[in-house]
């Protein structure tokens, strides 16, 4: 970016927009052929705003605005022209077109569930242990419930038997980690 005394003859806005793929395209560009410039964001003005919704001279709120010198006009315009010839830039996120749920919802594989042999958790509220059960699941934790008659028990794989600890906890006690 050139500073106004680096800069020859008056100043021509080159482009204004608020499309920051092009604004960065062209600033690249102009860079690379060495055609100094100035570049500012719009709706810095240093005039206030008018009471009028609707003026007469619109611009926009925001964006970005280009200029440069009278004699580079002409070069620095052939430059915008063929960004502005080129297929814009696809700024979208790929879809995700696979079937089923996210990767997280997934439940364990059974082999997997073979692995979880390290008790953390035991008790007598049935609810509980399916809520803490849920609670490990959403930590990515495998993990096995098992009854029997009054008294549930929850397992998971011995390398993940310290987390799960901690979770549960903090569920329990209502406490960050320490």
């Keep these: 970016m050139a500073t106004p005394s680096e800069m020859q003859g008056s100043f021509i806005t080159l482009w204004a927009g608020e499309d920051p793929a092009l604004h960065a395209s062209l600033l690249e560009e102009l860079r690379d052929a060495e055609i100094p410039f100035m570049d500012r964001p719009i709706g810095r003005d240093e005039v206030a705003p008018t009471s009028d919704p609707l003026p007469i001279d619109w611009k926009p709120r925001f964006g970005f605005e280009v200029a440069v010198a009278s004699a580079d006009f002409a070069a620095a315009e052939k430059i915008l022209d063929k960004l502005l010839d080129e297929e814009p830039v696809d700024l979208e996120l790929p879809a995700n077109d696979t079937v089923g749920p996210p990767a997280a919802a997934v439940a364990p594989q059974p082999a997997q569930l073979g692995k979880t042999t390290s008790a953390v ?31 549930s028990t929850l397992y998971v794989p011995p390398e993940e038997e310290t987390l799960a600890r901690e979770i549960i906890r903090e569920i329990l006690e209502g406490a960050p980690p320490a």
Excluded: C, H, M, Y
């Design 121 to 151: 958790w035991f008790g007598d509220d049935l609810d509980r242990a399916r809520f803490l059960s849920e609670a490990l699941k959403e930590n990515e934790i495998p993990v096995r419930l098992e009854t029997q008659g009054q008294q």
